[in-house]
């Protein structure tokens, strides 16, 4: 198994430094790293990426992004407020998302961001006339649904025919009637988002194939698309094997860049890829036991905390912090403390004899974990730490359930 010699630095630091499990720990190395790939295809083939906040959206990371030049796409108006509030500016934000409310539309039309996608046919109708009733024009990007299999799991899937995304190519004509009618509606952006944890950069390859090919279709009805908008979807290597697409993307755009002919600004929406490979969770073996044939690990960590593997089926690699590295290995069942079967970190994992009080890391956690964390169980969320040069800062405090309590629940006793 390759373990990325990031990790041992998080390792070393949460040895000089253990606070309290569960906790996300995140590589400032490993972030700037992942960030200057992207900040690499800008310079070398002017590709703009608009990382996609919903992966992950700390503030600090959200800094770091901004500070690397690179932009964003939001999918909510918190996620729109929170770049902004990061120092992101509207132009540097793209707004993406299958349902879209009128009054996040109303702000994302009145602070002139960059793009809004439309995915329906109906959701551009709205989109016109909110912005003809607040007289101001409004930049389009049609998210078409290109009916390519991205070969992954199907709840990550979102570029097939049944999926919920993007307009249906049927549609295509219907669009362009809306915008024929509608003179705020400005259409720039022709874009598709396949799917997610994609290995076949291939797809990629087709997905810029037929935005192009639409576009051109588009010209001859008098629309003249500038932006041609890829989406995200990089795989990240999670099982350990070696298929990071990251060292793979620089030939991927410069094929691409070939293909373009610089006829189109193109753009990719990132979001795993950045962040993923970062984070570790570190989690406290509070019990072990041994139910039927299995040995079970108990762990302070939970599905509260990463939900991708009951989610997903997602597999990631845990390891214990002091591998005894000649130590037996047994296989094991990494659970949390959620009331729920489906409350698993990792099942049939082989690690060192675990104990209670022994502290392991679920790797690879940087993306869809802390971001879709929930407080299940009245569990509080757990902080977040970056690791730089050695030294953990604290990103995130750990939530407290008693503000908690008494900030948002009103207690009715009639
Ligand atoms: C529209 C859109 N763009 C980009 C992404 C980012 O995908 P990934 O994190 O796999 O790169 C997503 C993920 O759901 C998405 O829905």
Same mark, same amino acid.
Request: hydrophobic share 40%; glycine share 8%; net charge negative.
């Given at each position: 198994?390759?373990?990325?010699?990031?990790?041992?630095?998080?390792?070393?630091?949460?040895?000089?430094?253990?606070?309290?499990?569960?906790?996300?720990?995140?590589?400032?190395?490993?972030?700037?790293?992942?960030?200057?790939?992207?900040?690499?295809?800008?310079?070398?083939?002017?590709?703009?990426?608009?990382?996609?906040?919903?992966?992950?959206?700390?503030?600090?990371?959200?800094?770091?992004?901004?500070?690397?030049?690179?932009?964003?796409?939001?999918?909510?108006?918190?996620?729109?407020?929170?770049?902004?509030?990061?120092?992101?500016?509207?132009?540097?934000?793209?707004?993406? +998302?299958?349902?879209?409310?009128?009054?996040?539309?109303?702000?994302?039309?009145?602070?002139?961001?960059?793009?809004?996608?439309?995915?329906?046919?109906?959701?551009?109708?709205?989109? +016109?006339?909110?912005?003809?009733?607040?007289?101001?024009?409004?930049?389009?990007?049609?998210?078409?649904?290109?009916?390519?299999?991205?070969?992954?799991?199907?709840?990550?899937?979102?570029?097939?025919?049944?999926?919920?995304?993007?307009?249906?190519?049927?549609?295509?004509?219907?669009?362009?009637?809306?915008?024929?009618?509608?003179?705020?509606?400005?259409?720039?952006?022709?874009?598709?988002?396949?799917?997610?944890?994609?290995?076949?950069?291939?797809?990629?390859?087709?997905?810029?194939?037929?935005?192009?090919?639409?576009?051109?279709?588009?010209?001859?009805?008098?629309?003249?698309?500038?932006?041609?908008?890829?989406?995200?979807?990089?795989?990240?290597?999670?099982?350990?094997?070696?298929?990071?697409?990251?060292?793979?993307?620089?030939?991927?755009?410069?094929?691409?860049?070939?293909?373009?002919?610089?006829?189109?600004?193109?753009?990719?929406?990132?979001?795993?890829?950045?962040?993923?490979?970062?984070?570790?969770?570190?989690?406290?073996?509070?019990?072990?036991?041994?139910?039927?044939?299995?040995?079970?690990?108990?762990?302070?960590?939970?599905?509260?905390?990463?939900?991708?593997?009951?989610?997903?089926?997602?597999?990631?690699?845990?390891?214990?912090?002091?591998?005894?590295?000649?130590?037996?290995?047994?296989?094991?069942?990494?659970?949390?403390?959620?009331?729920?079967?489906?409350?698993?970190?990792?099942?049939?994992?082989?690690?060192?004899?675990?104990?209670?009080?022994?502290?392991?890391?679920?790797?690879?956690?940087?993306?869809?974990?802390?971001?879709?964390?929930?407080?299940?169980?009245?569990?509080?969320?757990?902080?977040?730490?970056?690791?730089?040069?050695?030294?953990?800062?604290?990103?995130?405090?750990?939530?407290?359930?008693?503000?908690?309590?008494?900030?948002?629940?009103?207690?009715?006793?009639?």
């Amino acid at each position: 198994m390759f373990l990325d010699p990031s990790y041992n630095s998080l390792f070393a630091a949460y040895l000089k430094n253990p606070v309290q499990t569960p906790a996300y720990i995140y590589s400032n190395t490993k972030l700037v790293e992942n960030i200057s790939v992207f900040k690499n295809l800008f310079d070398k083939f002017g590709v703009t990426t608009h990382y996609a906040m919903k992966a992950n959206s700390n503030s600090t990371i959200l800094k770091l992004i901004l500070k690397a030049g690179l932009k964003v796409d939001v999918n909510s108006l918190g996620e729109l407020k929170k770049a902004m509030s990061a120092g992101f500016l509207p132009g540097d934000l793209i707004f993406a +998302g299958v349902g879209k409310t009128d009054a996040e539309l109303e702000t994302a039309i009145q602070l002139g961001l960059k793009t809004i996608k439309a995915e329906s046919i109906q959701e551009l109708v709205v989109i +016109g006339k909110i912005a003809e009733n607040l007289g101001i024009p409004v930049r389009i990007g049609l998210r078409l649904n290109p009916e390519i299999d991205a070969k992954t799991h199907p709840y990550i899937a979102t570029g097939i025919a049944t999926s919920k995304f993007g307009i249906d190519k049927r549609d295509i004509p219907a669009s362009i009637d809306i915008l024929r009618s509608n003179k705020f509606l400005n259409l720039t952006t022709l874009d598709a988002h396949i799917g997610s944890q994609i290995t076949d950069l291939n797809l990629f390859v087709d997905v810029f194939r037929f935005l192009s090919a639409q576009s051109d279709e588009f010209y001859k009805l008098g629309f003249k698309i500038s932006d041609i908008d890829l989406g995200g979807g990089f795989a990240v290597d999670y099982d350990g094997s070696g298929n990071s697409t990251l060292p793979l993307l620089e030939d991927l755009f410069s094929q691409i860049a070939i293909l373009n002919d610089k006829k189109f600004n193109i753009s990719i929406e990132p979001g795993r890829a950045i962040v993923a490979n970062s984070c570790a969770i570190f989690s406290t073996v509070l019990y072990t036991k041994r139910n039927g044939e299995k040995n079970f690990a108990i762990c302070d960590a939970a599905m509260t905390e990463n939900i991708r593997p009951s989610l997903y089926g997602s597999v990631h690699t845990i390891v214990k912090i002091v591998d005894e590295q000649y130590a037996q290995k047994s296989l094991y069942d990494v659970v949390g403390p959620v009331c729920e079967s489906g409350d698993f970190l990792g099942e049939n994992i082989l690690l060192p004899e675990l104990n209670r009080g022994d502290v392991i890391a679920i790797l690879d956690s940087g993306a869809y974990t802390a971001a879709m964390a929930s407080n299940y169980n009245m569990r509080p969320l757990s902080p977040e730490y970056l690791e730089k040069n050695g030294e953990l800062i604290e990103i995130r405090r750990r939530q407290n359930i008693n503000e908690w309590i008494e900030n948002l629940e009103i207690p009715y006793e009639g």
